[in-house]
T-cell receptor, first 112, second 112 residues
Framework: GDSVTQMEGPVTLSEEAFLTINCTYT??????LFWYVQYPGEGLQLLLK?????DKGSNKGFEATYRKETTSFHLEKGSVQVSDSAVYFC???????????FGTGTRLTIIP | EAGVAQSPRYKIIEKRQSVAFWCNPI?????LYWYQQILGQGPKLLIQ????????DSQLPKDRFSAERLKGVDSTLKIQPAKLEDSAVYLC??????????FGQGTRLTVV
């Protein structure tokens, strides 16, 4: 079945540091890939998405590139801010079964 | 565009009582999901509807949980009787078929 593996957290960085959160996947078919963010006390928000190989999703300074050869969709940001502190979830939908599968989430804390 | 609406936002009940959650998806979205998110964990899919048909309910504890989506629009998730381990946030999401899912704010259930 489909699965998503994220880097273990929690991750703590200083403000303006470079961020990478690793995500790899296993899927039957050709999935669409997503990053969701959950701020404290709030629901999940779609951060960015990519629907085919080599697509780059981007939003709010975050980027992720769909790498079919390595089955990865790593999240990056060049300079993080305190307001980026949240839990980040990698997810996929496989073409055909339309099931949205999540990783376990990575908690990110940014220190001023 | 209105988002996914859920109610109530918070609910506290005693074990063995029953509870119901309501979700109104984004207009025109055929797919509706219910997720359970236990504190510190990723969302776990309980049930997925395509219009008013069930696509996946393999992780729904059917002895106590039930869900319906009459007329392919609003949905209700019910728990009867509740157990302590049902304490969680219940998230509703909707999407166009195969597209990104958009989440409501969730209902935080506490079973005491």
């Amino acid at each position: 079945g489909d699965s998503v593996t994220q880097m273990e957290g929690p991750v703590t960085l200083s403000e303006e540091a470079f961020l990478t959160i690793n995500c790899t996947y296993t899927a039957t078919g050709y999935p669409s890939l997503f990053w969701y963010v959950q701020y404290p006390g709030e629901g999940l928000q779609l951060l960015l998405k990519a629907t085919k190989a080599d697509d780059k999703g981007s939003n709010k300074g975050f980027e992720a590139t769909y790498r079919k050869e390595t089955t990865s969709f790593h999240l990056e940001k060049g300079s993080v801010q305190v307001s980026d502190s949240a839990v980040y979830f990698c997810a996929l939908i496989s073409f055909g079964n339309e099931k949205l599968t999540f990783g376990t989430g990575t908690r990110l804390t940014i220190i001023p | 565009e209105a988002g996914v609406a859920q109610s109530p936002r918070y609910k506290i009940i005693e074990k063995r009582q029953s509870v119901a959650f309501w979700c109104n998806p984004i207009s025109g979205h055929a797919t509706l999901y219910w997720y359970q998110q236990i504190l510190g964990q990723g969302p776990k899919l309980l049930i997925q509807f395509q219009n008013n048909g069930v696509v996946d309910d393999s992780q729904l504890p059917k002895d106590r949980f039930s869900a319906e989506r009459l007329k392919g629009v609003d949905s209700t998730l019910k728990i009867q009787p509740a157990k302590l381990e049902d304490s969680a946030v219940y998230l509703c999401a909707s999407s166009e078929t195969g597209g990104a899912a958009f989440f409501g704010q969730g209902t935080r259930l506490t079973v005491v």
